[in-house]
């Protein structure tokens, strides 16, 4: 089991930045850590990912450029760093863990940070 927690949401105005945090525990063996986001009325979608061995990347086209994600393995914490937020990446992120790839197959997920941008 992997045990999965997100911390950094809050509320920000639009132009501003956040870093979401997620740090994991218990049998920490997977191959990717992605974060996911779910917007009211919506459904859940890919936001970025990255491999916990060589740190290779992916990211939605909706946040390219603006969203960085991260790790450190010592810590087997994960980052999104998240500038230039716009009203529309008002949602619960959730950061996950998996080993199938980047966009789907993920076993195990966290609690969910509320993230809410202001115009």
Known sequence: QVQL???G???VQAGGSLRLSCAA???TF???MGWFRQAPGKEREFVAAIRWTGGSTNYANSV???FTISRDN???TVYLQMNSLTPEDTAVYYCA???TNYHYGYA???QGTQVTVSS
């Open 5 to 7: 927690v997100e911390s």
């Open 9 to 11: 949401g809050g509320l």
């Open 25 to 27: 525990s218990g049998r």
């Open 30 to 32: 997977t191959i990717y």
């Open 64 to 66: 390219k450029g603006r």
């Open 74 to 76: 010592a810590k087997n």
């Open 97 to 99: 863990a998996g080993s």
């Open 108 to 110: 195990y997920w966290g």
